[in-house]
């Protein structure tokens, strides 16, 4: 037998959630879902690992702080070196308090724009990438889940056990 698609639509989140927890206790992979909003419990359902994303936000954070460290440093030495209440230009502790806002936004500035970009490269949602979304209505008001099976009658009367608006079957 084939592999086949199976899509089930739902129109309220609670009714996903039960579906999801029903096809887990009958044995079926759920492959994908589709929300139009973050659901609460969703990924706990789905069995999903914690995302790594606040991992890459740390290391963008350093970054922003070393490259604010290093934009400092040639600006008070190099680019434009003045002397300022007769202090030297770059004693970092001595000045400490001085350069604590600059390093702030920019550790603040690099993890906010580098993990929005993560976002959006991991998840393919860059310019140019083909959409990944069966169904347009999942970006309105509707829920989505995607199964692979070969019994496709046993997945057809789950979804239809479980409340499904509409089982759409593809190849």
């Not at 500035?109 to 929005?116: G, I, R, T, V, Y």
């Not at 997945?155 to 190849?171: L, N, P």
């Amino acid at each position: 037998m084939n592999t086949k698609t199976i899509y089930g639509l739902y129109a309220d989140d609670d009714d996903l959630l039960k579906a999801i927890k029903s096809f887990n206790n009958e044995g079926i992979a759920i492959k994908e879902v589709y929300t139009p909003f973050p659901v609460h419990g969703l990924d706990k359902a789905l069995g999903l690992r914690k995302t790594r994303i606040s991992d890459l936000a740390f290391f963008y954070g350093v970054y922003g702080f070393t490259l604010a460290s290093v934009m400092m440093w040639y600006m008070m030495n190099h680019d434009w070196p003045q002397d300022i209440g007769g202090k030297p230009s770059f004693t970092f502790f001595e000045n400490l308090p001085a350069f604590v806002p600059i390093m702030f936004e920019m550790v603040v500035f690099c993890s906010a724009h580098l993990m929005s970009l993560t976002f959006l490269v991991r998840n393919k949602m860059y310019p140019g990438a083909k959409p990944q979304n069966p169904d347009p209505r999942t970006t309105d008001d509707k829920f989505l889940m995607e199964i692979e099976s070969n019994d496709v009658e046993k997945v057809k009367s789950a979804f239809i056990d479980t409340g499904a608006e509409e089982v759409t079957i593809k190849d």
